[in-house]
């Protein structure tokens, strides 16, 4: 009994021993991860911008809020950031910071984009984020600077302008408006609209020039009104006071053309409104809707006065390349997919389709062996009407629910991917030399079909997919796409 006792004893202690080594290599290794996913100002693999924010006579502003919030590389430029619980290939999180007494302030950046791949940072882009003063949009800062800095911005004294919602020569209850306008503030929650007694929308932090507001009414989460546009000119440190009618939101109805079988598969359609040309401060009303089996689809509410541009994608078919709205639009050489284009008040359109091919990518290294589990990606561009360009269908949000959370819009939306061909050495799965190339490959920019992800997961699975598609023939190192 003694002996069976002091067994017992001795295994307790062992398994204690054990346990104690267990959890000292946990904690060990838990520290370590810890200390090389935040890097410290010290740490070799961060880099510095020293900031100074100055006004037009060049004295220095307090308070200037300087946030970052996407990085540059030789691979592309993006986002910047920790998402649903992911980290950044970087292996560090952008940090905000704010302006002393001086004007100064300092940006902390990582010196890989990619920590894995190697990747140098080339550009850091920052948001300078004030109630009374602007620079603009953001700031593409070119990293390392050429010099020890700082990196001076001049921001301007800013306007205001006060607007009274009216329906039917009524007033609206404040409560029930949201906007857009022309200001990085419009993305942010600290800039949100003012509500006066009086029965205006104040809004701040508008350049001098021409500016642009957008309201709605929204009531039980559906919008119905919209003001038109509100364009005014604005002077430095001035402001502005309108009452603004409102009008009821359009229904847009259509469907894809019969180019596609159904029932259709995985469908979406994605809609701006369309600027013009002209405009430096652009206001845009952005939405996107499933497609129906039957081929259908529904913009709920749309500017009755404002024309629509809008992409479509689904399984196996895309929308064709649209032309331009207008003369000045036009492009003799135009590198990019582009949205048809509907006039204001449309319904019952058809989105002309084409279908979608497979792709098959050759990864080959300088004596033309096969290369095995690379990483590919593809997704084509499309280019906005009068606007900037995104991956096709890659992202959108519905503008009720911009104006509703604001900058945090992206916790909802689609992702998906669908044509530009990026491959990515990864050595810790491939015994294949350094230094390799593509030698061999073939695409066709609208040959993937589309990858749908649910309405909440703003990160598709297709790049798993296509990833896994690869690695099952990484013996020949040739895989499908699409």
């Known amino acids: 009994m003694r002996k069976k006792t002091l067994l017992k004893g001795i295994l307790c202690k062992l398994c204690e021993s054990v346990m104690l080594v267990i959890v000292g290599m946990f904690l060990s290794a838990y520290t370590t991860i810890a200390q090389e996913s935040k890097p410290t100002e010290n740490s070799p693999s961060v880099g510095k911008i020293p900031i100074l924010v100055v006004d037009e006579q060049d004295k220095p502003i307090p308070g200037v809020k300087l946030v970052p919030w996407a990085l540059g590389s030789g691979q592309y430029h993006g986002v910047w950031g920790t998402f649903e619980g992911k980290p950044d290939v970087s292996g560090m999180d952008p940090i905000s910071e704010m302006t002393d007494q001086d004007g100064t302030a300092e940006i902390l950046y990582p010196i890989l984009r990619d920590a894995k791949e190697k990747v140098k940072t080339l550009s850091v882009s920052v948001r300078f ?23 001076k911005v001049v921001m301007t004294a800013t306007a205001s302008i006060d607007l009274k919602p009216m329906i039917d020569g009524q007033a609206v209850p404040l409560d029930e408006i949201y906007a857009f306008w022309s200001n990085p503030r419009s993305w942010s929650v600290e800039g949100a609209p003012e509500k006066l007694a009086s029965g205006h929308l104040r809004i701040l932090g508008f350049l001098p020039g021409d500016n642009r507001v957008l309201l709605a009414r929204m009531v039980d989460d559906r ?23 409102l009008t009821p939101a359009h229904r847009v109805v259509g ?12 469908g979406r359609v994605v809609a701006r409104t369309i600027p013009d040309l002209s405009d430096v401060n652009k206001v845009m009303w952005t939405d996107w809707a499933e497609v129906s089996a039957d081929g259908s689809f529904v913009l709920e509410a749309w500017p009755a006065t404002e024309s629509i541009q809008l992409i479509a994608l689904c399984d196996g078919y895309i929308a064709t390349s649209g032309d331009a709205p207008t003369e000045d639009l036009k492009l003799p050489k135009d590198p990019y997919y582009r949205p048809h284009s509907f006039p204001a008040g449309s319904t019952d359109i058809v989105v002309p389709m084409k279908p979608l091919s497979p792709v098959t990518v050759t990864i080959t290294d300088e004596t033309n062996t096969p290369i095995k589990d690379m990483f590919v990606a593809a997704a084509p561009n499309v280019g906005w009407w009068a606007y900037g360009s995104q991956i096709y269908a890659d992202f959108s949000a519905k503008g009720k629910d911009i104006l509703k959370k604001r900058n945090q819009v992206f916790l909802k939306g689609i992702r998906t991917r669908a044509a530009r061909l990026r491959c990515s050495y990864r050595p810790e799965l491939s015994t294949s030399p350094r230094g390799m190339t593509i030698t061999n490959y073939q695409f066709l920019w609208e040959a993937v079909t589309s990858r749908f992800a649910c309405e909440k997961e703003i990160r598709s699975t297709s790049s798993y997919v296509l990833k896994q598609l690869v690695q099952n023939n990484s013996e020949t190192g040739t895989g499908w796409l699409g």
Do not use: M, W
């Not at 919008?223 to 009618?245: S, Y």
């Not at 469907?255 to 995985?266: A, E, H, M």
């Open 255 to 266: 469907k894809l053309s019969d180019d596609v079988p159904r029932p259709v598969r995985q």
């Open 129 to 151: 984020e004030h109630l009374y003063y602007s620079c603009g949009d953001t700031k593409h800062i070119d990293v390392p600077l050429a010099d020890d800095g700082p990196y």
């Open 223 to 245: 919008i119905t009104h919209f003001t038109d546009v509100v364009v005014f000119n604005a002077t430095a440190g001035g402001h502005e006071e309108q009452n603004v009618p």
